[in-house]
């Protein structure tokens, strides 16, 4: 981009108040997250405000004669209280959502699985805002993977482990007051009440 580019860019951007998912993919396309927000604040913008990003999770479905099944989830590892979500991750420029599955699950935790064995369910929207203020708009395209057994997982620096969420112990990671407990996220929990039929 040349200066007067640039220069435009900034004010679409300011008017915005966001950096969208057309911009990036017009103008960022090369460039990791830190590297856009060192360029907003470059040219004199909010480097913490809103970056449009897509996503891809799973939730696990452990299947019981008993008809109680159960899903897996991730408790991510966060700066601030940990929480619960599903796992993935960030989709990566040409990346179809299955395949970021696939590469975030082995990356994370060594975990196989094959791209047939997903299952769309649908898409969350959510906001998010980081300790250190950074903000994001998350495109969320989720999948359901149904399992026979718990698996194996291999935990690494972004997670705390796995939980298994009932029908009967869903209440126990809602609506909670005390900071210290784990709670699955707001904008998870309408997906979770479906999945198990509640």
Same mark, same amino acid.
């Given at each position: 981009?040349?200066?007067?580019?640039?220069?435009?860019?900034?004010?679409?951007? *300011?008017?915005?108040?966001?950096?969208?998912?057309?911009?990036?993919?017009?103008?960022?396309?090369?460039?990791?997250?830190?590297?856009?927000?060192?360029?907003?604040?470059?040219?004199?913008?909010?480097?913490?405000?809103?970056?449009?990003?897509? @996503?891809?999770?799973?939730?696990?479905?452990?299947? @019981?004669? @008993?008809?109680?099944?159960?899903?897996?989830?991730?408790?991510?590892?966060? &700066? &601030?209280?940990?929480?619960?979500?599903?796992?993935?991750?960030?989709?990566?420029?040409?990346?179809?959502? &299955?395949?970021?599955?696939? *590469?975030?699950?082995?990356?994370?935790?060594?975990? &196989?699985?094959?791209?047939?064995?997903?299952?769309?369910?649908?898409?969350?929207?959510?906001?998010?805002?980081?300790?250190?203020?950074?903000?994001?708009?998350?495109?969320?395209?989720?999948?359901?993977?149904?399992?026979?057994?718990?698996?194996?997982?291999?935990?690494?620096?972004?997670?705390?482990?796995?939980?298994?969420?009932?029908?009967?112990?869903?209440?126990?990671?809602?609506?909670?007051?005390?900071? @210290?407990?784990?709670?699955?996220?707001?904008?998870?929990?309408?997906?979770?009440?479906?999945?198990?039929?509640?």
């Amino acid at each position: 981009m040349n200066n007067l580019e640039e220069k435009e860019l900034a004010n679409k951007i *300011r008017e915005m108040n966001c950096v969208t998912y057309d911009i990036r993919d017009e103008y960022f396309k090369d460039m990791n997250y830190k590297d856009i927000r060192d360029w907003l604040e470059k040219h004199g913008i909010n480097r913490h405000i809103t970056i449009d990003l897509i @996503s891809a999770g799973v939730i696990f479905i452990v299947k @019981s004669k @008993s008809k109680n099944n159960k899903v897996l989830l991730q408790i991510r590892a966060t &700066e &601030e209280n940990p929480r619960i979500g599903v796992f993935g991750g960030g989709v990566e420029k040409n990346e179809k959502p &299955e395949d970021t599955i696939v *590469r975030e699950l082995k990356e994370e935790m060594n975990l &196989e699985i094959k791209k047939d064995e997903l299952k769309f369910i649908e898409v969350v929207e959510h906001d998010l805002k980081y300790k250190n203020g950074d903000k994001a708009h998350y495109k969320a395209i989720v999948y359901t993977a149904e399992l026979d057994e718990f698996p194996t997982i291999k935990l690494d620096d972004e997670s705390n482990g796995i939980i298994a969420i009932s029908k009967e112990n869903y209440n126990n990671f809602i609506n909670i007051k005390d900071n @210290s407990n784990i709670q699955i996220e707001k904008f998870w929990e309408k997906t979770i009440e479906r999945i198990l039929e509640i």
